[in-house]
Nanobody, 128 residues
Framework: QVQLVESGGGLVQAGGSLRLSCAAS????????MGWFRQGPGQEREFVAV???????????EAADSVKGRFTISRDSAKNTVYLQMNNLKPEDTAVYYC??????????????????WGQGTQVTVDS
């Protein structure tokens, strides 16, 4: 069983930055694909970014078009932690952000159905 705990959310002005963290339990974290999703009020949960293990110490990453150039996903396997650096935040980025783990490392998958474990979420509010 894997537990994921997000932190780092909060209230920020438009144009500001936040860094979200997701601490994971479990010995196999380094081989999991890890994703970030978000869910705004009245909206479905949507893909934000993913990083997947490609062998050895190598990982590849992808982000949604809506956040490319502004958000960056990264991971520190020694700390069992994945991060989401969010820059130039916009009011439309307001949502609950969730960390998710794909224990089968299925690659750059964008659908929620590909992830086995989820955190409780952290609120990000961007004020215009």
């Amino acid at each position: 069983q894997v537990q994921l705990v997000e932190s780092g959310g909060g209230l920020v002005q438009a144009g500001g930055s936040l860094r979200l963290s997701c601490a994971a339990s479990g010995r196999s974290f380094s081989t999991y694909a890890m994703g970030w999703f978000r869910q705004g009020p009245g909206q479905e949960r949507e893909f934000v970014a993913v990083t997947t293990w490609s062998g050895g110490n190598s990982y590849i990453a992808e982000a949604a078009d809506s956040v490319k150039g502004r958000f960056t996903i990264s991971r520190d396997s020694a700390k069992n932690t994945v991060y989401l650096q969010m820059n130039n935040l916009k009011p439309e980025d307001t949502a609950v952000y969730y960390c998710a783990a794909d224990r089968w490392n299925r690659g750059l998958r964008f659908g929620v159905e590909n992830y086995d474990y989820w955190g409780q979420g952290t609120q990000v509010t961007v004020d215009s």
